[in-house]
């Protein structure tokens, strides 16, 4: 819980696929995203030529480093994309083929036109 001089921010990092960091700081009011980072020292074993592929957002929406957190935020660090997930999507859908019908025609009627 925060007191009338602390912020209470949650801090959310995933270094790799499947791992994944959280840190419960407690910051002065008025400190900025680069201020909590900082002071969590979450990225320091972190490459410098990583560091500048990195975004911050707090619950899902965009930031930048100057802005000021709130009580309670969740500040979220993003990695880049590997893969564009269009392109993922159609690999995968490639190498598992039409299995079955999926999504809205997973059960069709005896006799039916496919797709109705």
């Not at 499947?18 to 680069?34: D, K, N, Q, S």
């Not at 002071?39 to 560091?51: C, F, K, R, T, W």
């Not at 709130?70 to 564009?84: K, S």
Request: with cysteine; proline share 4%.
């Amino acid at each position: 819980m925060a007191t009338e001089k602390h912020l209470s921010i949650t801090l959310i990092f995933s270094p790799a696929p499947r791992e994944f960091r959280e840190l419960l700081l407690v910051l002065p009011i008025g400190c900025t995203v680069a201020q909590a980072l900082h002071a969590s020292d979450i990225l320091n074993g972190i490459p410098v030529s990583e560091l500048s592929t990195l975004s911050l957002g707090i619950w899902g929406r965009k930031v930048g480093a100057s802005d000021v957190l709130q009580d309670f935020d969740r500040l979220e660090i993003y990695r880049a994309l590997t893969v564009d997930p269009k392109v993922a999507r159609r690999e995968r859908f490639v190498r598992q083929g039409a299995k079955r019908a999926a999504g809205l025609f997973a059960k069709r009627r005896v006799g039916a036109k496919a797709g109705y």
